[in-house]
């Protein structure tokens, strides 16, 4: 199917069963599916990092996406030095690479600067540029390479909206097709780079997405939400023992949300690491969301839009499906007000 010519795709919504949805995995990742750039890993892994941030009804705008794919190759082309083609006899490089090039020279960033790092202005501006080039073809062709199956996208409206079949899956097998993604990754930019640039290459494609500053969450939950204990064992807290804790980790999230935060002291998120809590702090953490969205601030408002009770219940369970296992539990005395 070639969908790098459509304008919309509609989504073929028949029920499909596992094996079916795997081997549109595998026709991705083989050599059928023919690729000169390796922009369909990159956009994998954007739907995949942005996956908890559909809304309702499973949509995902081009803003969020194109913002994560922009960070994705910024560090993949600026930190790390890797060309997203097969050299050229006029060594000529893609349009992101050389869109990324351009605003370096035009802005006068030095090439060390992480994209996090970057002023937000120029950050949107980028990453306009690069969505405005990029969408053209990375959308359908992901689309035609899946079938028609995995979503239904609008280049006017600039969405793409998950086959709810296709979150599920994506959701139960995250880790799985992610480091199949890493992998099928590595191999093709191990074939258009020197080997200089290709060393730990699995290593470079896990962490060209950063962690935030979250400085900003802990003084939203601590000083306006009156969040004076660690979530986890009741300790009082205080601005030196005061950290910042996903309470579905990280690593599977991929993102930072209000509604997955919790303030800990520094013993329990040193514990506590990449595990996920027993499932009380859970039923905590959905109560204190409830309290923050009775709260009402437009903060609030726009950190929550796309928080839905049942959805980060069923993350937690994806999570646990994927390997992260119910092994966290401190000494505790009370979680947001309810007793354990």
Request: aromatic fraction near 14%; charge should be positive; glycine fraction near 2%.
């Amino acid at each position: 199917m070639a969908g790098f010519n459509l304008k919309d795709g509609i989504c073929d919504s028949r029920q499909l069963s596992d094996d079916e949805l795997w081997s549109i995995f595998s026709f991705i990742f083989s050599s059928k599916s023919k690729n000169d750039t390796s922009y369909k890993f990159g956009f994998l892994k954007a739907i995949l990092d942005n996956l908890y941030n559909v809304d309702n009804n499973l949509r995902l705008s081009f803003d969020k996406l194109f913002m994560k794919f922009t960070e994705i190759y910024w560090n993949l082309i600026l930190k790390y030095k890797l060309r997203q083609k097969a050299l050229t006899k006029d060594n000529k490089r893609t349009y992101l690479e050389q869109i990324i090039e351009e605003e370096l020279i035009n802005n006068k960033i030095i090439t060390e600067i992480s994209f996090e790092a970057l002023n937000d202005n120029i950050k949107l501006f980028i990453c306009h540029k690069i969505k405005m080039k990029c969408k053209q073809n990375v959308v359908g062709a992901l689309y035609g390479d899946t079938h028609g199956v995995f979503y239904s996208f609008s280049k006017k409206e600039e969405y793409i909206q998950l086959n709810p079949q296709v979150f599920t899956f994506l959701s139960k097998h995250k880790k799985v097709i992610e480091k199949l993604n890493y992998y099928e990754w590595a191999k093709f930019l191990e074939k258009v780079n020197d080997n200089d640039t290709t060393q730990c290459l699995l290593n470079k494609l896990d962490y060209v997405t950063k962690r935030n500053d979250l400085s900003v969450y802990r003084q939203i939950l601590y000083d306006e939400f009156e969040e004076k204990h660690c979530f986890y064992c009741g300790k009082e807290l205080n601005k030196t023992n005061i950290e910042v804790d996903h309470l579905i980790p990280w690593s599977f999230i991929k993102d930072d949300n209000l509604w997955n935060f919790v303030l800990t002291c520094s013993e329990c998120n040193n514990k506590k690491r990449d595990k996920l809590p027993d499932e009380k702090y859970l039923d905590g953490l959905v109560e204190r969301n409830r309290l923050l969205i009775e709260n009402n601030t437009n903060l609030v408002k726009n950190e929550l839009s796309t928080y839905k009770e049942n959805k980060l219940r069923n993350i937690y369970s994806w999570a646990s499906f994927n390997g992260y296992k119910n092994i966290f539990l401190p000494n505790i005395k009370t979680v947001v007000g309810v007793k354990l």
